[in-house]
């Protein structure tokens, strides 16, 4: 079963412009993890935050966590075309080598 | 990070007939994992794989429907047996190195189409 949902199912959003992604999850983690997939093909980690965090940066790339929600936000700023994909958020917990359980997605589409 | 890859890319089966997709990682990795993406949907774990002993799988998949095999550190198989319409989906391999501390790596994906 996914671990947690994700809104909006679907961004659409003009170049330039911000997006936010939104997901929560239901059970202890290690840490939430954010992919990209472009078109059906491979996923690309974008980036990890640990359960002690709160805040992470990564380039045009922001995340938070809130564990005490149970709930993750990614926010791309100046967006591009290029930006377009789908975006999981997939959770990490129990051993170091443990699965990810994702979450059900946003398909952003970023306009020229 | 590791590189994967992951053969075919894509195919379409027959219904009935089975299906092997190999993944090739280029350093050694303890565990690999495999993912099934049905059509507009997230990530489901199949099954973890470990070298020398049986794949673990997860609720809902069988071995002899997925069986898996690992022969070493760098290898992996997983086949799709007697397929039906329903096994249409991307199936992806995955590793993770250094513990989970960093992002998982993904294979580009095997499109399955079963007609």
């Known amino acids: 079963s996914q671990q947690g949902e994700e809104d909006p199912q679907a961004l659409s959003i003009q170049e330039g412009e911000n997006a936010t992604m939104n997901c929560s999850y239901k059970?202890?983690?290690?840490?939430l993890q954010w992919y990209r997939q472009n078109s059906g093909r491979g996923l690309v980690h974008l980036i990890l935050?640990?359960?002690?965090?709160r805040e992470k940066h990564s380039g045009r790339l922001r995340v938070t966590l809130d564990t005490s929600k149970k709930s993750s936000s990614l926010l791309i700023t100046a967006s591009r075309a290029a930006d377009t994909a789908s975006y999981f958020c997939?959770?990490?917990?129990?051993?170091?080598?443990?699965?990810?359980?994702f979450g059900q997605g946003t398909i952003l589409t970023v306009h020229p | 990070s590791a590189v994967i890859s992951q053969k075919p890319s894509r195919d379409i089966c027959q219904r009935g007939t089975s299906l092997t997709i190999q993944c090739q990682v280029d350093s050694q990795v303890t565990m690999m994992f495999w993912y099934r993406q049905q059509p507009g949907q997230s990530l489901t774990l199949i099954a973890t794989?470990?070298?020398?002993?049986?794949?673990?799988?997860e609720s809902g998949f069988v071995i002899d429907k997925f069986p898996i095999s690992r022969p070493n550190l760098t290898f992996s198989t997983l086949t799709v047996s007697n397929m039906s319409p329903e096994d249409s989906s991307i199936y992806l391999c995955s590793v993770v190195q250094g513990g989970a501390i960093y992002g998982y790596t993904f294979g580009s994906g095997t499109r399955l189409t079963v007609v």
């Open positions: 059970t202890s983690i290690n840490n």
């Open positions: 794989a470990n070298q020398g002993s049986e794949a673990t799988y």
């Open positions: 935050i640990r359960s002690n965090e």
């Open positions: 997939a959770t990490h917990g129990g051993t170091s080598y443990g699965k990810l359980t």
